[in-house]
């Protein structure tokens, strides 16, 4: 009986959010259980607690406890894409706290030719446009790199386009969130890499209470450099994102780099995309820094 306030206590301080399930509503001695599941996105962690009468889940082995919980679990969080592997943590006389963990999704997505032609077309034409304003980026850790904010806000052409329900409901598929993901109000950004830019490796900062996804549309490019990015495992990946590909890579996941330009130049849209409006301080800091030369 402490077991369950507690719980709730720690979802509520992690941030989670909660979804009851019909059903029993104590520990008496009904057979049906009542569920709570708790999805934590940053976590992609699952916490269950099922409360249940202890005449029967006193009586149950592990095996069929587990097989239980997750049950419950797929059933009371129906925004799961993949079958949770669970794990009984604890009981006491009819609580049952259970952990679930969602197979780990990529932390860097590349797609190719992810534009239609028209679409594609019309982010060219008004980046364009903009190349008079490109200015040298300041307060940074990227070196010799040119950019802007993009003028006309969601009335811009790139926010029609990846504004749009549809964008953000290919990104939520392909990136596997747990919850729909949607453009955020951070301002996009043009920027362009000419010959000598470069970005060592780091993390994006997580500016949302979910990691947002920091998407990079390749416009243009004609350079050299490459892309790379470290996984889960150390392994090292590089690419060479080509002009129409969307490069996405979630905030606080795997460290990642831009090689120098040693030919040519690389134009690129910066966006993000998110599932949570809740901002956190990182948000603040990026949007006031003074990001480009007068």
């Known amino acids: 009986d402490r077991l369950l306030p507690f719980s709730f206590s720690l979802v509520g301080s992690l941030g989670f959010t909660t979804t009851r399930s019909s059903g029993s509503s104590g520990s008496g001695s009904s057979s049906s259980p009542c569920s709570f599941a708790c999805c934590c996105q940053h976590y992609n962690v699952l916490l269950v607690v099922v409360v249940d009468s202890w005449s029967t889940t006193g009586k149950m082995s592990q095996q069929r406890l587990q097989s239980r919980a997750a049950a419950s679990c797929s059933s009371s969080c129906i925004s799961l894409r993949h079958t949770p592997h669970v794990t009984v943590l604890a009981r006491s006389r009819g609580v049952l706290l259970v952990t ?73 598929q392909r ?35 979910s990691p947002q996804w920091e998407v990079i549309y390749t416009i243009d490019n004609s350079s050299d450099s490459t892309t790379e990015w470290r996984d889960e495992s150390g392994k090292e990946h590089s690419l060479w994102t080509e002009p129409n590909s969307l490069l996405a890579v979630q905030a606080e996941g795997w460290e990642h780099r831009v090689l120098p330009v040693r030919t040519g130049s690389r134009s690129i849209l910066k966006l993000a995309f998110t599932s949570s409006s809740i901002k956190l301080p990182a948000y603040s800091a990026n949007l006031g820094r003074e990001a480009y030369a007068a």
């Not at 040298?136 to 070196?143: F, G, R, T």
């Not at 729909?180 to 970005?199: C, H, N, V, W």
Request: positive net charge.
């Open 100 to 172: 679930a963990r969602v197979a780990t999704a990529p932390k860097v997505v590349y797609m190719p030719n992810f534009l239609s032609a028209e679409d594609a077309a019309a982010i060219r034409k008004e980046a364009s446009s903009l190349q008079p304003q490109l200015r040298p980026e300041l307060n940074c850790i990227a070196q010799g790199r040119l950019g802007c904010y993009l003028q006309g806000g969601r009335s811009s052409a790139s926010a029609r386009v990846f504004g749009s329900r549809e964008t953000a409901a290919l990104l939520s």
């Open 175 to 209: 990136l596997r969130s747990p919850f729909p993901l949607f453009l955020s109000d951070f301002p996009i950004e043009l920027r362009q890499y000419p010959k000598g830019a470069a970005m060592p490796w780091h993390k994006d900062e997580q500016m949302y209470a």
